[in-house]
């Protein structure tokens, strides 16, 4: 007796799941080459904080010494030469300046 087996139609199945494989693996390094462009972006936009925040302490460090400075004239002058009417402005100036600073982290 002779016998003949033939495999049933499948419909493409391997095909199409090698596809999807292929498809699936696509979509992955889509989603990594994005994870990796928002993760840089991030990384920039940190660091122009930095230096914003960088250039902004140093300003106020610069507008403290100089109200200290003037401060310090307007004592000299009020030694030398009797009340100044500035003087009582520029305590107040040096104050303003020393909250200017940034807050501490941490």
Do not use: W
């Not at 095909?15 to 991030?42: G, I």
């Amino acid at each position: 007796m002779l016998s003949l087996k033939i495999p049933q139609f499948s419909g493409f199945a391997g095909r199409y799941s090698a596809a999807a494989a292929v498809a699936s693996k696509d979509a992955s390094e889509a989603d990594l080459a994005l994870t990796r462009r928002q993760a840089a972006l991030d990384v920039l936009t940190q660091r122009a904080s930095l230096v914003n925040a960088q250039e902004s302490l140093a300003t106020a460090r610069s507008y403290e010494a100089s109200a200290a400075e003037q401060v310090g004239g307007a004592k000299q002058y009020k030694n030398g030469f009797g009340k100044s009417p500035e003087t009582a402005g520029l305590y107040s100036v040096v104050a303003d300046a020393s909250s200017t600073r940034m807050p501490k982290f941490g």
